[in-house]
């Protein structure tokens, strides 16, 4: 039987897909904006989940890349907007391509007239027919609803789409887009030492996470996005562990107040600007809560999950086996089923099938 952990060890090879296949992937989007490449002054991400916590995750590599102003939105908040910019680029992210708000918030981008493009699964989702261009994230059916092949592969998607506004309207050069490249080439073969290593620390370390109620997880810039994943995948796996992923300094005003020792916390650390605050976070909860830990580089003692990140600018996608492998490990540890797709029945179905019932307006 394959479990989620198998799925998640199979991202490397949709990682190198993605960016073997990136040059036809983003053709029409690149032919587009070669039209008129002056006129696009923004990027926007809209998606919901993990679409948008890939969003999150991928948004400042693909600001940074396609050297436009970027962010995210999540579906809702698109869908109140009273002004929006006319001149600018938005993207629609839903694997499925499904996903009721996101569907409709894109609508609304067609009415207004705005450039739309869809980040999806397969040309034919309800999502990807109602744009100007579709973006193929390369992720094949995966075994479990809890996606990780998908998460990865939208959050990669999202990034080398900002490289191509970037070479598509003169502001990146080929030879720094091929340096963007070959740096994403380091993720695989990283995230496959990440993903073991994971599984190694959680043996050691699983007795921490036993008559704990909650784990926080902190991150700044990308690893904002994984935090808000990690404690998405948590809460939605394991199932009998609340967990929240909270923005490092925002994190800092107000929840540490909360600590007790029913708490275990995660600080994701790159060794950027933020590496003091994610230290002096880290040796807080160990103390604290006795339940502390940094995912990454520079480790405080010998429980920590170190690893040393492969690439300069898509480390996103090498912290998310840490977090999504502690989620399935977790949901083993508890006892918490994790049905497959397949194994779903009327008796064992999600509670999702009830609620995504709600959207239906």
């Known amino acids: 039987m394959t479990t989620m952990l198998d799925v998640i060890r199979r991202v490397p090879q949709t990682v190198t897909r993605i960016l073997d296949e990136q040059a036809n992937t983003f053709a029409d989007l690149c032919a587009k904006l070669k039209e008129q490449p002056d006129r696009f002054n923004e990027l926007v991400y809209v998606g919901s989940g993990s679409s948008n916590t890939a969003a999150v995750a991928a948004v400042r590599i693909a600001e940074q890349a396609s050297r436009l102003p970027a962010r995210t939105m999540v579906p809702n908040d698109f869908l109140r907007k009273t002004v929006y910019n006319p001149d600018a680029i938005y993207v629609f992210v839903s694997q499925s391509g499904n996903s009721h708000l996101t569907c409709l918030a894109a609508a609304k981008a067609k009415e207004l007239g705005l450039f739309t493009v869809a980040v999806s699964e397969k040309p034919d989702t309800p999502l990807a027919k109602m744009v100007d261009v579709y973006v193929n994230q390369h992720c094949e059916d995966e075994e479990y609803g809890m996606v990780t092949v998908g998460y990865c592969s939208s959050t990669l998607t999202q990034m080398v789409l900002g490289m191509n506004v970037g070479l598509a309207t003169g502001k990146l050069s080929q030879e720094e887009f091929d340096a963007y490249l070959e740096d994403a080439r380091k993720v695989p073969a990283s995230h496959k030492v990440v993903t073991d290593k994971a ?107 170190a690893f040393e990140p492969a690439s300069q600018c898509f480390y996103a996608l090498e912290f998310a086996p840490a977090v999504e492998t502690l989620a399935y490990l977790l949901a083993v540890e508890f006892g918490t089923p994790v049905y497959s797709n397949a194994e779903w029945t009327k008796e064992n179905a999600p509670k999702s099938n009830k609620y995504f019932a709600t959207h239906d307006q």
């Open 199 to 305: 599984v190694e620390w959680f043996e050691a370390n699983k007795n921490t996470f036993l008559n704990k109620e909650g784990i926080t997880f902190y991150g700044a810039g990308p690893l904002w996005g994984v935090a808000l994943e990690g404690a998405l995948k948590t809460f939605e796996v394991a199932r009998k562990i609340m967990a929240i992923g909270f923005e490092l300094d925002d994190g800092l005003h107000g929840p540490d107040m909360g600590y007790t020792d029913k708490h275990v916390v995660i600080f994701l650390n790159e060794a950027g600007k933020d590496e003091k605050l994610l230290q002096n976070g880290a040796r807080f909860a160990k103390g604290e809560t006795g339940g502390g830990f940094i995912f990454g580089k520079n480790p405080i003692d010998e429980t920590d999950l």
